[in-house]
């Protein structure tokens, strides 16, 4: 199957810490990658691979896999990490078809 | 400073055909570590991979769009090319451009700023 399933809405409290999961039958043989988008602007990566960060990502953001779930850990929330989450993976095969989750609604209360 | 920027009409009328141009700076379409795929986000919806161009010309589609989808490049002028034929309502989206970098584990490294389409008659 090609779809990465999320949960559609979480909330965490300031300076707490949030898991944020994708599951999908590509996650057993392809790293996920995430993204975070808030209103009006174009997704940025924050996570890709077993677990890194691009340039100018905060160390709060780290990512994990097992079998076929992905999930996305904010430690320590900051107000500015409220923003729709997507992760992001692609086939095993020869075709490079690419997937990405329904998305995630995180609020910082 | 690597950049992409989508380019295209902003209405179209249903049955037409949606050409969209991302152009890129920074970087070469003839790196061999890097592609281009097109992204859409109908409004208020979640993000939808179209299509994907490889530095050596190989494609990749969307399954349930391939039919009406088609990724080109102009290496010389650094433009990927996304055309989409008998568009509908159902089209209306942001259109993003992204690279994948290889570095990044196939990642989508850097963005355009999108370009909203609406189809509508």
């Known amino acids: 199957s090609s779809e990465l399933t999320q949960d559609p809405a979480v909330s965490v409290a300031l300076g707490q810490t949030v898991r944020i999961t994708c599951q999908g039958d590509?996650?057993?043989?392809?790293?996920a990658s995430w993204y975070q988008q808030k209103p009006g602007q174009a997704p940025v990566l924050v996570i890709y691979?077993?677990?890194n960060r691009p340039s100018g990502i905060p160390d709060r953001f780290s990512g994990s896999s097992s079998g076929n779930t992905a999930s996305l850990t904010i430690t320590g929330a900051q107000a500015e990490d409220e923003a729709d989450y997507y992760c992001?993976?692609?086939?095993?095969?020869?075709?490079?078809?690419?997937?990405f989750g329904t998305g995630t609604e995180v609020t910082v209360l | 400073q690597v950049t992409l920027k989508e380019s295209g009409p902003v209405l179209v009328k249903p049955t037409e055909t949606l050409t969209l141009t991302c152009t890129v700076s920074?970087?070469?379409?003839?790196?061999?570590?890097?592609?281009v795929s097109w992204i859409r986000q109908p409004p208020g919806k979640a993000l939808e991979w179209l299509a994907h161009?490889?530095?050596?010309?190989?494609?990749s589609y969307r399954t349930s769009l391939k039919s009406r989808l088609t990724i080109s490049k102009d290496t010389s002028k650094s433009q990927v090319v996304l055309t989409v034929t008998n568009v509908d309502p159902v089209d209306t989206a942001t259109y993003y451009c992204?690279?994948?970098?290889?570095?990044?584990?196939?990642?989508?490294?850097?963005w355009g700023q999108g370009t909203m389409v609406t189809v509508s008659s």
């Open positions: 161009i490889f530095s050596n010309d190989k494609k």
């Open positions: 590509s996650l057993r043989n392809s790293y």
């Open positions: 691979g077993k677990n």
């Open positions: 992204a690279r994948i970098h290889g570095l990044f584990d196939d990642a989508f490294d850097i």
């Open positions: 920074g970087f070469s379409l003839r790196n061999t570590r890097m592609g």
């Open positions: 992001n993976s692609r086939d095993s095969g020869d075709n490079h078809n690419y997937f």
